[in-house]
């Protein structure tokens, strides 16, 4: 500031002087002087202090560029010269300024442009206010706004007939705009393995997250990031409003997919329950017709033979038991299907998988079909190498081979060939039955292995079958951690495959 010489004035004028400059030096607003190129001139106590320093000295001292040292954003001060110098003052000119321990602090000034005689700018004469309570109370309101309007637009994504997966990424893109920053903000959700986000997200220094959850479950957690370096707020750049906005968000998607999960959980045991309604429903389906079929035969066979076979040649009674020793063999092989399928139902049956040669497997299978085989001229080959061993429950391998034999013999007609055969795939084996029968149209196929969806079919020599055993070989094989699949063409026979591990 300006100093007389005391020798030429008055102890009255003196006195004035100390007065007024004592006035200045502690008046609760910051004034000053600085020089266009950004270089403090003077500054009370108080305008030092709001920078961070203990005395005016200290200030004019260590300022030398007030853009770069003060000035948040740099290129704001060439703004404001530029306004100030072509109006000659500004009044209450809003700037954010920045302390040298990193901390901010927003202003109001109040400034006129001080020239020479020749109209040159020679410096700049101001005071200034600090207004940082007033915008921290401006910016709480506004993001209470913000806050109010990102729940509103979350709560609004979610729709009787809108998905999850849809939700969340709605969700996620209604975030941003409850930041401070909101051009420079995004946001991630991740949720059952899934990631939903705002484009161009990525991890930064500045990120804040939280985890979401129903109960004691956690569901997944919420992540917002400044792309840039932000003023530093709260909680790093974020206001405490903000870290509430979080959590609250978190709560509300906690709770919306809370209850989605609920929902898709009884929808899910209504559909279990359904299966097992349509399965309950097959099963008396099978018992009245399929069951009751073989039973009316023998009955029938037995009544004549009680009631006429006085009456009977031996050709005749030679075809009677031909008839009944089918219609009983059916009979046993439908009630070991459904004792097995009941066991499997019930949890009663365990995989206990042990090394098996598949060779010996194929070749017992292959003895208990011979006799319907013989029958009807069928020869069944085995290419299995009789060095392959597989990891299997012996049990579980035999019924799959025995019912994919029988269900070949069934529909190849007399003088048609059946082949087993195993190739090594990876760790697995995979076995094939492939045989010359009557094959299969899509239909068919697209049945086989559902149970409310198979019929009886007749085998070329009348034989009758449910489809039952094809969905235990379904089971037998997936609970051995394999999978059965069927290739087939209408009149030139169907391949049966299944996988099972190597020993």
Known sequence: MHQHNPGSLSQDQQDLIRFYQDTIEQAPIGIFTVTPDGRYLTANTTLARMHGFNTSEELITAVNDIASQVYVYPEEREEFKRVLESRGEVKNYESLFRRPDGSMFWVSRNVRAVRDEKGDVIYYQGFVTDITAKKDAEVRLQERVKEQQCLYQISSAFKKDTTLDTFLQQAVEAIPPGWQYPEDTAARITFGGKVFSTPGFQETPWQMSVEFTTGAQTLGDITVAYLQEKPRADHGPFLQEEWRLLHAIARHLGGITGRVLAEQEINRKNEQLQQLLDEKDRFFSIIAHDLRSPLTGVMGFTRMLAEEVDQFSQQDLREVAEEMHKATENLQDLLENLLQWASIQKGAIE????????????????????????NKDISIESEVDSGLMVYADRRMLDTVIRNLLSNAVKFTPAGGRIRISAEIENSECSVHVEDTGTGMDEQTLSGLFVLDRTTSRKGTGGEKGTGLGLLLCKEFVEMQGGKIRV?????????????????
């Open 351 to 374: 995989c206990e998988p042990e090394d098996v040669s598949l060779a010996g497997a194929a070749d017992k299978s292959i003895r208990m079909v011979k006799t319907p085989a013989g």
């Open 487 to 503: 290739n087939s063409t209408p009149g030139k026979g169907s391949t049966f495959s299944f996988t099972v591990p190597l020993a």
